[in-house]
């Protein structure tokens, strides 16, 4: 589809949300929706939420859409985030990690 090649990026399954305290998820849209890849992502995390594993983890999203109809630009690497955005990103992420920390309470002893 013309996705630029995977970075060294770590990848991570559903069950490494057990261990997770908290979530924000990013992806480019598709006209609009997030990428099929990203839907079946969410998709086979039904069993850590039938089994509670996931409830009471607090999570975010944030995503690029490069146009009102949805297509995105971001695909190809050329347009990269602007010093506002990135800012909101940091804001964002700070905020998720604070919301986590109060809902995990203090570390054990």
Known sequence: ?????????PLITPNDLAEADGFVFGFPTR????????KAFLDSTGGLWRTQQLAG??????Y????QGGGTFAG???R??????LEQAFHQ?????????????????
Do not use: H, N, V
Not at 57 to 62: H, L, Q, S, V
Not at 95 to 108: H, N, R, T, V
């Open 1 to 9: 589809m013309s996705a630029p090649p995977k970075r060294d990026a």
């Open 31 to 38: 006209f609009g929706m997030m990428a099929a890849q990203f």
């Open 57 to 62: 983890k607090p999570a975010g999203i944030f």
């Open 64 to 67: 690029s859409t490069g146009s």
């Open 76 to 78: 190809d690497g050329s």
């Open 80 to 85: 990269q985030p602007t010093e506002l955005e």
């Open 93 to 109: 992420g700070k905020y998720i990690a604070a919301i986590s920390k109060k809902l995990k309470g203090p570390a054990a002893a």
